[in-house]
């Protein structure tokens, strides 16, 4: 017996036609699909069409994904991988620290990492000038490479979604007097400037792994 896929569509709609958008073997055999998949492939991307609504860089690090998890699930480990976040202090809040991002001069940057060993995921949450509102969420996956590359190590997927505060700032009366920018401003960076930080990241956990050193170093503590 077939699974009953699309049934409750096509009951609701009163046909099994497809929908708009859907595109099936039932209903588009790989001669009528193949061209529409083709018109999907071009030599050159504009950078919105890549870059605009989300940005999605990866990577492979030669490193234990458990020991990689661990290192990167500690909120601190931003100050040695990003470019420009630095004096990571906890706040009174739990769990809640408070740091500087260069980028905006004396920009206060607010970050809270929700991590998930058993799928490993490691979301950082945080926004420039206020920790009330965490709405610049950084979304990181730990993949085993020996299930996707058939060699030991990890795959990082690291995505983030534009969300309309990049376009405004919701909170302006949290800002710095004077700064010249906001976080917004660098959307167009992003792609490059993650994948930078990202050959950090791979760098440093690679460096530590390979010379027998702890991924997450005995600096940060027994805490996260």
Not at 113 to 128: K, L
Request: glycine fraction near 6%; hydrophobic fraction near 40%; charged fraction near 25%.
């Amino acid at each position: 017996m077939p699974l009953p896929a699309l049934d409750d569509i096509a009951a609701h709609r009163g046909t099994a036609d497809p929908i708009d958008d859907v595109i099936r073997i039932e209903t588009s055999p790989r001669e009528k699909a193949t061209p529409i998949i083709m018109e999907m492939m071009r030599s050159v991307y504009p950078h919105d069409a890549v870059f605009g609504e989300f940005c999605t860089v990866n990577s492979y690090v030669d490193c234990p994904p458990g020991e990689l998890f661990a290192y990167m699930a500690d909120t601190r480990s931003l100050e040695e991988w990003t470019y420009s976040l630095r004096g990571f202090t906890p706040t009174e809040e739990p769990g809640l620290w408070q740091a500087f991002d260069r980028l905006g001069s004396q920009t206060q940057i607010f970050t809270r990492t929700v991590a998930n060993e058993d799928a490993m995921t490691v979301d950082y949450h945080c926004a420039w000038d206020q920790g009330r509102h965490l709405w610049m969420v950084y979304l990181m996956r730990i993949v085993d490479a020996q299930k996707v590359f058939d060699k030991p190590g990890s795959v990082v997927l690291w995505t983030n979604c534009h969300h309309p505060f990049y376009d405004r700032n919701p909170y302006p009366d949290a800002a710095p007097p004077q700064r010249p920018v906001w976080v917004g401003d660098f959307w167009d960076m992003f792609g490059p400037g993650h994948l930078l930080e990202l050959k950090n990241l791979k760098a440093i956990a690679e460096y530590r792994h390979r010379n027998g050193l702890p991924v997450r170093p005995s600096w940060m503590g027994a805490t996260r």
